[in-house]
């Protein structure tokens, strides 16, 4: 069984201590800081709403945009590895090909 580490974060004016698995804290703590811009946001653009009125809008928010927002980022991170597989492969080729001093 893998260990839980205890985190402590911020949403809009709270703290919660928080026990996550290691490799879950990274993407955790990126989601709760795009939640939290959210909520300024959604402060700046709707003014006199209380907290409760915030949050609900990053909840719909979330529920709504952030499947496309994050299938996005992934597949950009996909594309990004691939690159980098096709790099290190033309590297390696080019490394293979006799160059034009070897060649005379």
């Given at each position: 069984m893998e260990e839980?580490?205890?985190?402590?974060?911020?949403?809009?004016?709270?703290?919660?201590?928080?026990?996550v698995k290691p490799?879950?804290?990274?993407?955790?703590?990126?989601?709760?800081?795009i939640v939290?811009?959210?909520?300024?946001?959604?402060?700046?653009n709707f003014s006199g709403k209380d907290m409760q009125d915030y949050i609900a809008m990053?909840?719909?928010w979330l529920a709504?945009?952030?499947?496309?927002?994050?299938s996005f980022n992934q597949g950009l991170q996909d594309i990004s590895g691939k690159i980098k597989v096709l790099q290190k492969s033309i590297a390696q080729n080019l490394?293979?090909?006799?160059?034009?001093?070897?060649?005379?």
């Amino acid at each position: 069984m893998e260990e839980l580490i205890p985190i402590n974060i911020l949403v809009g004016d709270r703290n919660y201590r928080l026990k996550v698995k290691p490799v879950d804290e990274e993407n955790l703590r990126k989601t709760v800081k795009i939640v939290n811009a959210k909520l300024l946001e959604f402060k700046t653009n709707f003014s006199g709403k209380d907290m409760q009125d915030y949050i609900a809008m990053v909840l719909l928010w979330l529920a709504t945009e952030q499947p496309s927002y994050v299938s996005f980022n992934q597949g950009l991170q996909d594309i990004s590895g691939k690159i980098k597989v096709l790099q290190k492969s033309i590297a390696q080729n080019l490394k293979k090909v006799p160059s034009k001093n070897e060649q005379d």
